[in-house]
């Protein structure tokens, strides 16, 4: 039973429900969704479609990531290491800084450290300076960004670094991804392989822009890409492959045929004329054609021995005259020792240590030799001394005789390198190169051997010239003879029968094509669909004041008139996007058809970043901006990288929950990261404001109101700890926030973001055990007072409650 995918399943159950399809279509995609082979071998079955495909079991759900924390050192507007911490999990940060403050650095540095390339490098016509600026000027670290994400259901961090040396290019970094203890070279080990581009998490003003700039091909290609139809792309490419290879095979089979009619004509060898012949007709006989080819075959084995033959090989001839000269010099050497006093010596020296040996050993002072003189202690002692004063002869005759034996080592391993002859050939010169090779084998006494080396060396060499020049003049001939001719009729042959059975298969490969593309566009447009209606849903958030509405979005098109159209409407007139639109207004658009696509649920990135995503907004707009983050931001953690202090006023004057991040630069390209106000912080600070003016309120309302913004921030800060609790404990995204959702009370946050679940436990005893009443004491405080006035010191209250904040780490 064959195991398909979804994608697969759904193609087959299209074309099954096609009652007046042609069989042949359904087979040939199915088998295409196989393999290139099975393809082919579809093509020559006639065999009906298989239905009972196992189909695959729903993927599981992605892991899920999320930024923790990135560090930047040595990088662009980055001198000294600076660390920016993030929250884990959903919810907005906005991390604010001027131009030039290293803002931008840092979040290039996300990108650099993911992808590996930056939007700036790769999109610039003039790189030069761009990419001479990209180590920062104060800093003589070595360049380096490191990313730390949380992945939900593993409880160690991701950890990802590039790194580069003191002298390596901006794309000559070395990437590191550590992952459960064990360290990579690439995202192999994740499966983020493909989907740092497929759903690449960052988004930049400058990027949105050159969407417009490269052209609507590529706008297309950026929002299909996540549409998972890349299989039926594959399927498409294998059926159009199979169809040019067989269009090719006739026009290949004549210009096969012309080529080897060509060879024949000007070939000398009787079996030229009998192709020739075979040629000449308008349908050549193929079987007769095959038979010529494989009657009367050239010996392959004779072939491979003459192109041995051509390329015999000598020692090398300096080699010789070094090896024949070093024997010289050992053997004079030598020479020159014996018969003098050294040799004398040597030859004394053996006897002596021989005798001393003997007594030794036997304990018989008797002189081994004669068997007369007395060999006492005394004797032996003079004697050893008189060794030591000979030691240098012998040594001398011992280092001579060593140089000797090496020096004919190396001879007969240079007489060893000759090749060897190929047997069984038959060519006039082997006898004489035989000859010459035993002759050069034979290897004399050590003392002729240096005058062996000369005068048989010479005679190997014209003996094997010989055998070469002869092979390589047959090797020739047989080159420029009948080969060729049979080499061409073997292209002429395959190529012709090839022919014979591509007619029917191009057409069916035609009508598979054509039936595939419309099922792809069909497919594509529902599986669009959703991102268009979320884009719709962006634009009437941004769009506020616009007179301009977006009507629909479609992919259409195909091969280079592929393109997104999008049908918009200027007070009732329908118009064409790109020419009615401001800047602004343009670049809302893009956001709002990116957007969606950078939360879609097969992403594995629980986070987007954007990158000066207000430039060209006008102030309505920003406030649409705000709105968008906040809605984005209920599921994934969203970080914006601004200059333009308009959209945090804009978070802030609608009260939207935010952690703000301030960027600043000092001199030396020293870059600090502090954050603001988070949202729980916030409501302390609205707390504290209410409270220095409880005299201007009506009655109590003071009292009822600060107890409920200290319980809320709380609330907020027992939200972030869950998120990161659950995480850790290998919670899926999805159930995070399910849990969270459901939990209604404060106590069940709180139980959340201390066990990582709802359990019926009192979480009481534990905060106090981890915190002793820090927490527990405003906790319980704010939640009495949930629907009573307080009527305690609210100034205290709200020092209790920013100190229990400080305790669980709300940021």
Not at 214 to 239: H, I, N, Q
Not at 309 to 318: D, G, I, S, T, V
Not at 781 to 794: C, N, S, V, W
């Amino acid at each position: 039973m064959m195991e398909m995918s979804r994608l697969h399943h759904l193609v087959l159950e299209a074309l099954t429900r096609q009652d007046e399809l042609d069989p042949a279509i359904a087979r040939l995609i199915n088998a295409a969704f196989s393999s290139a082979e099975e393809l082919e071998y579809a093509l020559k079955s006639t065999q009906e479609l298989d239905e009972k495909s196992h189909v695959e079991e729903d993927a599981p759900e992605v892991p899920k990531a999320f930024l923790k924390k990135v560090e930047v050192t040595g990088f662009r507007g980055v001198g000294p290491k600076t660390v920016v911490h993030f929250h884990p999990g959903p919810g907005l940060t906005l991390v604010v800084g001027r131009n030039g403050s290293g803002k931008s650095s840092i979040a290039e540095a996300l990108e650099v450290v993911l992808t590996g390339d930056s939007f700036r490098w790769s999109n610039r016509s003039a790189k030069t300076d761009w990419l001479r600026g990209w180590k920062n000027l104060h800093s003589a670290a070595r360049p380096t960004v490191s990313a730390t994400l949380l992945i939900n259901g593993q409880p160690t961090p991701l950890e990802i670094k590039r790194q580069w040396e003191d002298d390596a290019d901006h794309h000559q970094s070395t990437l590191s991804v550590k992952h459960l203890k064990d360290e990579e070279p690439d995202f192999s080990e994740v499966g983020w392989k493909d989907a740092v581009t497929t759903f690449r998490p960052l988004l930049s003003y400058n990027e949105l822009g050159a969407q417009l700039d490269k052209g609507p091909a590529s706008l297309f290609d950026s929002l299909d890409a996540v549409l998972g139809l890349d299989e039926l792309t594959k399927v498409k490419g294998l059926l159009a492959d199979a169809r040019k290879k067989r269009e090719t095979h006739a026009k290949a089979a004549k210009t096969a045929k012309a080529e080897a009619k060509a060879l024949a004509e000007q070939s000398d060898d009787p079996r030229a004329d009998a192709a020739l012949k075979l040629l000449k007709s308008r349908k050549p006989n193929l079987e007769e054609v095959e038979a010529l080819i494989e009657g009367e075959p050239e010996d392959e084995s004779r072939l491979q021995k003459l192109k041995s033959a051509a390329q015999l090989k000598c020692p090398p001839a300096e080699r010789v005259l070094e090896a024949a000269e070093n024997l010289r010099e050992a053997l004079k050497h030598l020479e020159s020792l014996e018969g003098t006093q050294v040799a004398i010596d040597t030859e004394a020296a053996s006897l002596i240590l021989g005798a001393i040996k003997v007594v030794e050993r036997t304990q018989n002072e008797s002189c081994p030799v004669c068997q007369v003189g007395k060999l006492d202690a005394a004797w032996i002692e003079e004697a050893k001394t008189k060794l030591k004063s000979m030691e240098d002869q012998k040594n001398q005759m011992a280092s001579a005789r060593a140089a000797l034996r090496k020096a004919a080592s190396d001879a007969q391993m240079l007489v060893g390198q000759a090749s060897t002859l190929p047997a069984g050939l038959e060519l006039g010169s082997l006898e004489v190169a035989a000859k010459a090779l035993q002759a050069w084998k034979d290897l004399p006494a050590e003392r002729e051997l240096p005058l062996h080396l000369m005068t048989r060396f010479d005679a190997l060499q014209a003996a094997y010239q010989a055998v070469r020049d002869e092979a390589q003049s047959i090797l020739q001939t047989l080159e420029t003879q009948w080969r060729p001719v049979k080499k061409a009729l073997g292209t002429f042959l395959d190529a012709s029968r090839e022919a014979e059975t591509v007619d029917e298969d191009i057409q069916a490969l035609k009508d598979s094509e054509s039936w595939l593309v419309a099922f792809e566009d069909q497919v594509r447009q529902e599986r669009f669909a959703p991102i268009a209606a979320r884009t719709q849903e962006i634009w009437d958030l941004l769009k506020q004041q616009s007179n301009i509405s977006l009507e629909d979005i479609k992919l259409t098109g195909k091969g280079t008139k592929r393109k997104v159209d999008m049908k918009v409407n200027v007070d009732d007139q329908e118009a064409v996007a790109l020419g009615v639109m401001s800047q602004g207004e343009l670049h809302s658009l893009l956001l709002s058809l990116f957007l969606p696509r950078l939360t879609l649920d097969e992403s594995p990135f629980s986070f987007v970043v954007l990158d000066d995503p207000v430039q060209a907004m006008d102030p309505a707009k920003v406030d649409g901006l705000a709105r968008v983050l906040e809605d984005t931001a209920k599921t994934h953690q969203v970080i914006v990288f601004t200059h333009d202090t308009r959209l945090v006023d804009a978070v802030r004057r609608l009260r939207i929950p935010a952690h703000i991040k301030s960027v600043s630069r000092q001199k030396r390209s020293k870059v600090s990261v502090e954050s603001t106000k988070s949202p729980a912080w916030q409501l302390i600070e609205d707390a504290l404001n209410i409270a220095s003016n409880s005299d201007q309120m009506a009655p109590r309302i003071a009292q009822r109101v600060v107890p409920g913004l200290c319980r809320s921030a709380l609330e907020l800060a027992f939200k972030e700890m869950a998120w990161e609790t659950m995480l850790n404990n290998g919670v899926s995204h999805q159930e995070c926030e399910t849990r969270i959702n459901t939990a209604k009370k404060t106590l069940d946050l709180a139980r959340l973001a201390l066990f990582g679940d709802n359990v019926a436990t009192d979480p009481y005893q534990t905060l106090d055990n981890k915190y002793h009443r820090r927490v527990s004491g405003p906790l319980r405080t704010t939640i009495k007072h949930a629907h009573e006035p307080y009527a305690g010191d609210l100034n205290l209250l709200i020092e209790d409650t920013k100190a229990a904040l400080k305790e669980l780490g709300a940021t």
